[in-house]
C-alpha cells in the first residue's frame, strides 16, 4: 500500500462523521431525555397514558374544559383525584417508560402542580416504589413493592401551585415506579408531574441523561442531524413534526404522537409519543456541548411517502395565520412550511431584537447557535419533492444566502427517480444531497468504491442514514454483528478516499431501548440505568476520532482496488498533530502482513499508535452484559523506515497513527 504524503488531497470537513438522531427506540423519551415520569400532564389522545388507579381510588376523572380553570390555556388537561374516603391506597401509579431508572443515593426532583377541592384532602404522598419484590401485584391490586424513596406534599391551598421535593433512593432499580395517594378523603387536582434525575449533562435542570451524551461526546461527532428521520414527516401531514411546538416552557409543550406508534414495527409500541421535553432549543445546545454542527432536518411539506400520499398545496390560496401555523391540525399551505424553516434560522441565528431570536434568548442562550445547515425534507423523492423544494430552497437562500440546504434523492441510491432527484437538485446547485441506503453487509463492502466517479465540483455527498442490516430492511432480527460493522468500516474507507465528494455521513438509528425498539440494527443500545455502543458504534468512533485534515491519496500494488482481496484502506493527514492515519480493514480470517509505503514523507518519529477493532467471530455482537466483546485495543509499534511493517488481525479494522510528514 502506498500513501502519497507528498500529494495531499483536498481538505477533509470538519463535518465529515456525525450524528443522526431520530426519536425512534424510545431514544428521546425514555431515552436520552430523562424525565422518568410518562404523560406528565394528561395531554395524550388516551389521557391516562402511563397512569393506573389504584383500588382504593374512588373515582378519576380527567378534565379539558377551559373553564375548569387549568393551570394555562396551553396545558388544558389535568387529573382530578377523588376519594370518597381516607385510603392509603387512594391515588395512581406511573409506570415510566418501561420502569422508571432510578440510582441509590442520587437525587431526582419531583414537581407537580396541585389546587385542593372539596373535601378534607390534607396531603399528596409520594413513593418511589420497585413493584414485585414483596409479592406481585396485579394491575389494579394494591401495591406490594419495595419502598425506595418516600416524602409528603402538605400546605395544599384552592389555587394552582407547584411544589418541589427531592427524592432519594435506598437502592438502585431499573424498573421503579411512582405511587401518588391522598391523604384524607375529597378531591386533588393534579398536573405536569415530573420526576426528573439531577444528575443530568452539565447538571442542567432540564438536562440529558449523561451516560448517553458522554457516549455520543466521545464519538466528536462532525455534525447532530436532527429531529429524524420519518417523525419529521409524520405518518400524517397533522403528525409532522411542528419545532415551533417545541420551545418554551416545558408545561405548554404539547405531546403528540409519534410516527413509530405503529404496529408495522416487530415491538409494538402503542405508548409512543413525543412529550417535546427535549425540543428544539435542546438539541442546538445539545449539539453544540458536543462539539457538532447543528443540522435541523425540515418538513418539505409532505407526509411520509412510505404511509400516506399527503402533500401540502404549493400555491397558497390564503396565507397562514399564526394561530394557524401554529396549530396541529392545521391544513397548511407550503407557504406555512417556508415560513417555519425562516423562522427556524432567526431563532437558531437571530439577534435578541428579532421575534424569534428573542426566543432563544429568553430561553437562556443570548449567543446565536450559528446554524449553517438545513435540511428540507427527509428521504423524499419524485417530482412531488422538487415541486416543493425549489420554491423552498429559493426562500430560504433569497433571505439567507449563506445557508448551507441539504436535500433529499429517496431511498433507494440505485433506482430510476433517485437518478433523477439527484441531477435535478445537482442542476439547482443544492449544496448537499442526502443519501441513505440500508443494505447486507456485502452491498457495503462492494459499494466501498460507490463515490470514485462522482463530480469533485458542485453538491456534495450527505450520507445521511446508513447501516448493514444482517438479515433485511426491517426485520427484527438484524443484529449489530462484527460483520455488519466491520463491512460498515470498509465502506467508509470509500467515504473518506472521496472526502472530496462527501462531507457528511453518519450511521442510523443511533438509540434503542431493549424494551421498546421497533428498529434494529441501532448504533447505541441502553436499558434504564445503562447504555452500552455495538461494534458499529466503535467503528463510527474510530472514524470520529482520526477524521484528520487533509485527503491523502493511496494505492495499491499490482494494480489492485481498494476492496480487492478483502483488503480496503484510506489515509489522511492529521496536520493538527503531524500524523498519517491510516484506516485499513482486513475482512479476511487470515492475518495478513502489510507493508504502508509513506512516499515523499519528509519527518518520520519512531514509534506509531496502532488501534485494533477485530473478532475472529463475525456474528460477536456487544451487549448489556458483555458492553466490550468488540472494542478497540491500543497498542504501539516501531517505525523505522518510510516503509512501515504491520501485521493487520484477522476479521479487524485497525487504524495506525504515524508520527510523520
Ligand atoms: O432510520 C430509520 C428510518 O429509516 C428513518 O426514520 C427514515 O428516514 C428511514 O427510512
Given at each position: 500500500i502506498t500513501v502519497q504524503v507528498n500529494k495531499p488531497g483536498a481538505p477533509i470537513a470538519k463535518t465529515m462523521y456525525g450524528l443522526f438522531f431520530e426519536d425512534i427506540n424510545f431514544a428521546a423519551d425514555g431515552g436520552l431525555y430523562p424525565e422518568l415520569v410518562k404523560n406528565k400532564s394528561f395531554e395524550?389522545?388516551?389521557?391516562?397514558?402511563g397512569w393506573k388507579a389504584i383500588r382504593g381510588a374512588a373515582a378519576l376523572a380527567v378534565y379539558n374544559v377551559i373553564s375548569q380553570q387549568p393551570i394555562s390555556a396551553t396545558n388544558r388537561n389535568f387529573l382530578r383525584l377523588t376519594a370518597a374516603t381516607a385510603s392509603p391506597d387512594a391515588g395512581l401509579i406511573n409506570e415510566g417508560f418501561r420502569g422508571m431508572g432510578v440510582k441509590q443515593g442520587a437525587e431526582y426532583t419531583f414537581s407537580v402542580y396541585l389546587r385542593r377541592g372539596p373535601g378534607s384532602v390534607s396531603g399528596l404522598n409520594v413513593t418511589l416504589e420497585e413493584p414485585g419484590r414483596a409479592g406481585g401485584p396485579g394491575p389494579e391490586t394494591p401495591l406490594s413493592g419495595a419502598v425506595l424513596a418516600q416524602t409528603r406534599i402538605e400546605g395544599l391551598t384552592g389555587e394552582w401551585k407547584k411544589y418541589s421535593v427531592v427524592l432519594k433512593p435506598t437502592a438502585t432499580a431499573a424498573k421503579a415506579r411512582l405511587k401518588l395517594t391522598l391523604e384524607g378523603a375529597g378531591t386533588l387536582d393534579l398536573d405536569v408531574v415530573s420526576l426528573f434525575p439531577k444528575d443530568t449533562w452539565k447538571n442542567r435542570?432540564?438536562?440529558?441523561?449523561p451516560d448517553l451524551v458522554q457516549l455520543l461526546k466521545d464519538m466528536q461527532p462532525g455534525f447532530l442531524r436532527f429531529p429524524g428521520g420519518c417523525i419529521v414527516e409524520g405518518r400524517t401531514l397533522a403528525e409532522r413534526y411542528q419545532w415551533?411546538?417545541?420551545?418554551?416552557e416545558l408545561a405548554s409543550r404539547q405531546p403528540l404522537i409519534n410516527r413509530?406508534?405503529?404496529?408495522?414495527?416487530?415491538?409494538?409500541?402503542?405508548?409512543?409519543?413525543?412529550?417535546?421535553?427535549?425540543?428544539f432549543y435542546e438539541y442546538f445546545q445539545l449539539s453544540e456541548d458536543i462539539g457538532a454542527e447543528p443540522v435541523p432536518i425540515l418538513n418539505v411539506g409532505m407526509a411520509c411517502q412510505f404511509n400516506s400520499a399527503e402533500l401540502a398545496p404549493v400555491s397558497a390560496t390564503r396565507g397562514p395565520s399564526a394561530a394557524e401555523a401554529h396549530s396541529h391540525a392545521d391544513d397548511p399551505s407550503l407557504d406555512v412550511f417556508i415560513q417555519d424553516a425562516l423562522d427556524l434560522i432567526e431563532f437558531a441565528n437571530g439577534p435578541a431584537t428579532s421575534p424569534w431570536g428573542a426566543k432563544r434568548v429568553a430561553m437562556g442562550h443570548p449567543a446565536p447557535f450559528n446554524l449553517k445547515y438545513i435540511g428540507i425534507g427527509n428521504e423524499q423523492w419524485g417530482p412531488q419533492y422538487l415541486e416543493r423544494y425549489e420554491p423552498f430552497a429559493k426562500a430560504v437562500k433569497a433571505r439567507y444566502p449563506a445557508m448551507n440546504i441539504v436535500s433529499s434523492a429517496g431511498p433507494a441510491p440505485d433506482g430510476e427517480l433517485f437518478e433523477k432527484a439527484s441531477q435535478r437538485l445537482r442542476e439547482l446547485k443544492a449544496e448537499v444531497i442526502d443519501e441513505h441506503y440500508y443494505a447486507k453487509p456485502e452491498w457495503f463492502r462492494q459499494n466501498a468504491g460507490r463515490y470514485d466517479n462522482y463530480p469533485t465540483t458542485g453538491s456534495k455527498i450527505f450520507a445521511g442514514e446508513y447501516a448493514a442490516q444482517s438479515v433485511a430492511i426491517g426485520s427484527p432480527d438484524n443484529k449489530n454483528s462484527w460483520d455488519c460493522a466491520i463491512s460498515e468500516a470498509a465502506f467508509m474507507t470509500g467515504l473518506e478516499r472521496n472526502a472530496d465528494k462527501v462531507i457528511m455521513a453518519s450511521y442510523a438509528p443511533l438509540f434503542a431501548h431493549v424494551d421498546a425498539w421497533q428498529w434494529t440494527p441501532d448504533m447505541i443500545w441502553f436499558d434504564n440505568l445503562k447504555a452500552y455502543g455495538t461494534p458499529n458504534y466503535y467503528v463510527q468512533k474510530l472514524y470520529g476520532v482520526n477524521r484528520g485534515t487533509t485527503m491523502l491519496p493511496v494505492q495499491r500494488g499490482n494494480n489492485a482496488k481498494n476492496g480487492d482481496d478483502n483488503l480496503f484502506s484510506s489515509a489522511v493527514a492529521d496536520d493538527a498533530t503531524g500524523e498519517i492515519v491510516v484506516k485499513l480493514v482486513n475482512y479476511s480470517a487470515e492475518a495478513r502482513p502489510v507493508t504502508i509505503s509513506l512516499a515523499g514523507v519528509k519527518k518520520l518519529g519512531k514509534t506509531g499508535k496502532a488501534t485494533v477493532l477485530a473478532s475472529p467471530d463475525l456474528n460477536a455482537e456487544n451487549s448489556l452484559k458483555e458492553p466490550q466483546k468488540v472494542a478497540p485495543k491500543d497498542e504501539t509499534f516501531k517505525v523505522s523506515s518510510s516503509n512501515v511493517a504491520y501485521t493487520l488481525a484477522p476479521h479487524s479494522f485497525t487504524v495506525l497513527r504515524i508520527p510523520g510528514k
Open positions: 395524550t389522545d388516551d389521557r391516562l397514558l435542570e432540564n438536562g440529558m441523561r415551533k411546538e417545541t420551545i418554551g413509530w406508534n405503529t404496529e408495522f414495527v416487530h415491538k409494538f409500541t402503542p405508548d409512543y409519543y413525543q412529550s417535546f421535553g427535549l425540543g
